[in-house]
Protein backbone atom coordinates (compact mmCIF):
# COMPACT_ATOMS: atom_id res chain seq x y z
CA UNK A 1 0.00 0.00 0.00
CA UNK A 2 1.09 3.38 -0.78
CA UNK A 3 0.78 6.56 0.78
CA UNK A 4 2.17 9.46 -0.67
CA UNK A 5 4.63 7.26 -2.93
CA UNK A 6 6.32 5.89 0.14
CA UNK A 7 5.91 2.22 0.82
CA UNK A 8 4.60 1.89 4.61
CA UNK A 9 6.56 -1.20 6.31
CA UNK A 10 6.06 0.07 9.85
CA UNK A 11 5.52 -3.12 12.53
CA UNK A 12 3.30 -2.36 15.45
CA UNK A 13 3.65 -5.85 17.11
CA UNK A 14 6.87 -8.49 17.99
CA UNK A 15 6.18 -11.71 16.22
CA UNK A 16 5.80 -15.01 18.64
CA UNK A 17 9.67 -15.93 17.83
CA UNK A 18 10.75 -12.54 18.70
CA UNK A 19 8.82 -13.15 22.03
CA UNK A 20 10.06 -16.36 22.66
CA UNK A 21 13.43 -16.17 22.06
CA UNK A 22 13.41 -12.94 24.84
CA UNK A 23 11.52 -15.40 27.10
CA UNK A 24 14.22 -18.13 26.88
CA UNK A 25 16.87 -15.55 26.83
CA UNK A 26 15.41 -14.62 30.17
CA UNK A 27 15.19 -17.64 31.40
CA UNK A 28 18.55 -18.71 30.52
CA UNK A 29 20.93 -15.05 32.29
CA UNK A 30 18.07 -15.99 35.59
CA UNK A 31 19.23 -19.41 36.29
CA UNK A 32 22.73 -18.85 35.64
CA UNK A 33 22.17 -15.96 38.11
CA UNK A 34 20.62 -18.29 41.02
CA UNK A 35 23.33 -20.78 40.22
CA UNK A 36 26.07 -18.23 40.44
CA UNK A 37 24.15 -16.76 43.56
CA UNK A 38 24.01 -20.29 45.27
CA UNK A 39 27.38 -21.32 44.85
CA UNK A 40 28.77 -17.87 46.36
CA UNK A 41 26.88 -18.78 48.97
CA UNK A 42 28.08 -22.42 49.31
CA UNK A 43 31.67 -20.75 48.98
CA UNK A 44 30.54 -18.37 51.97
CA UNK A 45 29.86 -21.31 54.28
CA UNK A 46 32.91 -22.99 53.35
CA UNK A 47 34.87 -19.61 54.30
CA UNK A 48 33.00 -19.79 57.80
CA UNK A 49 34.00 -23.52 58.59
CA UNK A 50 37.72 -22.50 56.98
CA UNK A 51 38.16 -19.82 59.78
CA UNK A 52 37.08 -21.50 62.60
CA UNK A 53 39.00 -24.04 61.68
CA UNK A 54 42.07 -21.50 61.56
CA UNK A 55 41.36 -19.87 64.53
CA UNK A 56 41.04 -22.99 66.29
CA UNK A 57 44.48 -24.21 65.05
CA UNK A 58 46.11 -20.36 65.79
CA UNK A 59 44.60 -21.18 69.65
CA UNK A 60 46.17 -24.12 69.60
CA UNK A 61 49.72 -23.39 68.94
CA UNK A 62 49.93 -20.27 70.91
CA UNK A 63 48.07 -22.14 73.87
CA UNK A 64 51.23 -24.95 73.40
CA UNK A 65 53.77 -22.26 73.79
CA UNK A 66 52.33 -20.31 76.17
CA UNK A 67 51.27 -22.93 78.94
CA UNK A 68 53.63 -25.78 77.76
CA UNK A 69 51.38 -28.30 77.70
CA UNK A 70 50.28 -30.14 74.53
CA UNK A 71 46.56 -28.70 73.13
CA UNK A 72 44.22 -31.27 71.25
CA UNK A 73 41.92 -30.59 68.68
CA UNK A 74 38.67 -31.88 67.22
CA UNK A 75 35.51 -31.45 65.47
CA UNK A 76 32.34 -32.06 67.22
CA UNK A 77 29.65 -32.76 65.21
CA UNK A 78 26.90 -32.49 67.36
CA UNK A 79 28.14 -28.72 68.58
CA UNK A 80 29.32 -28.07 65.03
CA UNK A 81 32.66 -26.71 66.62
CA UNK A 82 35.98 -27.05 67.11
CA UNK A 83 37.42 -28.16 70.24
CA UNK A 84 40.61 -27.49 72.08
CA UNK A 85 41.45 -28.84 75.22
CA UNK A 86 44.31 -29.05 77.44
CA UNK A 87 44.63 -30.01 81.11
CA UNK A 88 41.16 -30.18 81.63
CA UNK A 89 40.47 -26.92 80.02
CA UNK A 90 38.29 -26.98 76.59
CA UNK A 91 37.64 -24.12 74.38
CA UNK A 92 34.89 -24.64 71.35
CA UNK A 93 35.08 -22.79 68.03
CA UNK A 94 31.97 -23.08 66.62
CA UNK A 95 30.81 -22.59 63.57
CA UNK A 96 28.09 -20.06 63.03
CA UNK A 97 25.77 -22.36 61.02
CA UNK A 98 22.81 -18.97 61.46
CA UNK A 99 23.29 -18.56 57.32
CA UNK A 100 23.67 -21.67 56.03
CA UNK A 101 21.29 -23.49 53.67
CA UNK A 102 18.55 -25.42 55.53
CA UNK A 103 19.65 -29.06 55.97
CA UNK A 104 23.48 -28.41 54.64
CA UNK A 105 25.73 -31.45 56.56
CA UNK A 106 29.23 -30.20 57.68
CA UNK A 107 31.81 -33.08 58.04
CA UNK A 108 35.70 -32.27 59.01
CA UNK A 109 37.74 -35.30 58.95
CA UNK A 110 41.56 -35.22 59.96
CA UNK A 111 44.06 -37.77 58.34
CA UNK A 112 46.92 -38.73 58.96
CA UNK A 113 49.18 -38.79 55.72
CA UNK A 114 51.30 -42.30 56.07
CA UNK A 115 54.85 -42.39 54.90
CA UNK A 116 55.99 -42.37 51.53
CA UNK A 117 57.21 -46.14 52.01
CA UNK A 118 54.70 -47.39 54.19
CA UNK A 119 52.14 -48.10 52.75
CA UNK A 120 49.07 -50.21 53.06
CA UNK A 121 46.39 -51.96 51.09
CA UNK A 122 42.64 -52.30 52.22
CA UNK A 123 40.43 -53.99 50.17
CA UNK A 124 42.77 -54.19 46.98
CA UNK A 125 43.68 -50.18 47.08
CA UNK A 126 46.56 -48.69 47.90
CA UNK A 127 45.50 -46.17 51.16
CA UNK A 128 47.91 -43.14 51.45
CA UNK A 129 46.34 -41.10 54.72
CA UNK A 130 43.77 -42.41 57.39
CA UNK A 131 41.29 -40.67 59.58
CA UNK A 132 42.23 -39.90 62.68
CA UNK A 133 39.98 -37.95 65.54
CA UNK A 134 42.36 -35.58 67.11
CA UNK A 135 45.60 -33.68 66.48
CA UNK A 136 48.10 -32.37 68.80
CA UNK A 137 49.97 -29.50 69.09
CA UNK A 138 53.29 -29.25 71.48
CA UNK A 139 54.79 -26.67 73.40
CA UNK A 140 57.95 -26.89 71.16
CA UNK A 141 55.44 -25.60 68.34
CA UNK A 142 55.13 -28.66 65.88
CA UNK A 143 51.99 -30.91 65.78
CA UNK A 144 51.02 -33.98 64.94
CA UNK A 145 51.72 -34.38 60.67
CA UNK A 146 47.81 -34.53 58.89
CA UNK A 147 45.60 -33.41 56.59
CA UNK A 148 42.11 -32.04 56.98
CA UNK A 149 38.90 -31.93 55.02
CA UNK A 150 36.13 -29.58 55.44
CA UNK A 151 33.14 -30.65 53.60
CA UNK A 152 29.94 -28.63 53.24
CA UNK A 153 27.36 -30.62 50.75
CA UNK A 154 28.97 -31.00 48.18
CA UNK A 155 32.09 -28.57 48.48
CA UNK A 156 35.08 -29.66 49.99
CA UNK A 157 38.24 -28.35 50.51
CA UNK A 158 41.75 -29.97 51.66
CA UNK A 159 44.44 -28.63 53.56
CA UNK A 160 47.74 -30.19 54.43
CA UNK A 161 49.56 -29.00 57.39
CA UNK A 162 53.29 -28.80 58.14
CA UNK A 163 53.74 -30.50 61.39
CA UNK A 164 56.98 -28.24 61.66
CA UNK A 165 54.99 -24.93 61.70
CA UNK A 166 51.21 -25.67 61.84
CA UNK A 167 50.65 -23.96 58.98
CA UNK A 168 49.12 -24.77 55.51
CA UNK A 169 51.47 -26.29 53.08
CA UNK A 170 51.41 -25.30 49.26
CA UNK A 171 51.22 -27.86 46.60
CA UNK A 172 54.32 -28.52 45.37
CA UNK A 173 55.28 -27.24 42.19
CA UNK A 174 55.20 -29.48 39.05
CA UNK A 175 57.59 -29.73 36.60
CA UNK A 176 56.29 -29.16 32.73
Not at 35 to 56: D, P, R, T
Not at 163 to 169: A, E, F, I
Request: net charge negative; aromatic share 10%.
Amino acid sequence: MYRGGIASSARKAFTLIEMMLTIALIALLSSLFIWNINSLLKQGELESLQNEFWSAVEQAKQSAVFTRLPHVVRFDEELQAFIVSAGGEQVAFEVDTDGFSEGVEIAVMFNETLPRDGYRLVRGELVTKREIETVTFYPDGTCTPFSVDLIIGEYQSEFQIDPWTGSQLTAPEEDS
